[in-house]
């Protein structure tokens, strides 16, 4: 498969949104919407990392994005998805090397992403980029 001629770049809301809505509605199970999801969180979030949300632009078409945040003591990676047609090509590769540069640069030391039990196959994809398996229990809770 021939390596991507896709182009990253920062997320724009009023340009990106609908777009990234649809690549992520296309990416399966292993991209989980959540009410945090919500346009108006989104745009809450954009105004503490504007600069982590990431898409991958091949033409004129979003072929994946990723999403980061940094709480100022650890990173977090969400969504990380590119569209089936362009996959193989690196741009999942290109995604998480650009989050993690950014990460990296506002001074995060370490950061987390979350895979679903049904989505195990995507584990070998992050190891391949340095990422470990941490044995902990992941905990949650609704505060709104
Ligand atoms: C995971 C995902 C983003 C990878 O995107 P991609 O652009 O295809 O990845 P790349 O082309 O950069 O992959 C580079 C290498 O990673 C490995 N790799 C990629 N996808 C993989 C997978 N699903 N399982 C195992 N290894 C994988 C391969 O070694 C690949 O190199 P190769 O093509 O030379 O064999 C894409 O498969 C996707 O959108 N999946 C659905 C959504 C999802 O599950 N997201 C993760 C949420 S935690």
Redesign the pocket.
């Known amino acids: 498969?021939s390596r991507?001629r896709a182009t990253l770049r920062t997320f724009d809301f009023d340009r990106d949104w609908e777009s990234v809505q649809s690549v992520w509605a296309r990416?399966?199970p292993?991209?989980q919407f959540s009410r945090s999801d919500a346009p108006e969180e989104i745009r809450k979030k954009l105004e503490r990392d504007p600069d982590l949300f990431l898409v991958a632009e091949a033409g004129d078409a979003i072929v994946?994005a990723v999403m980061g945040g940094f709480d100022g003591r650890r990173g977090l990676v969400y969504?990380?998805?590119?569209?089936p047609e362009?996959?193989?090509?690196?741009?999942?590769?290109?995604?998480m090397a650009e989050v993690e540069a950014r990460l990296k640069a506002r001074g995060c030391l370490k950061c987390y992403?979350?895979?679903?039990r049904e989505?195990a196959?995507?584990v070998?994809?992050?190891r391949?980029l340095g990422w470990g398996v941490m044995d902990m229990f992941l905990m949650g809770k609704e505060l709104a």
């Open positions: 498969m991507s990416c399966g292993g991209v994946g969504h990380l998805a590119v569209v362009q996959r193989r090509r690196g741009i999942g590769v290109a995604l992403l979350l895979v679903t989505n196959a995507v070998d994809f992050y391949s």
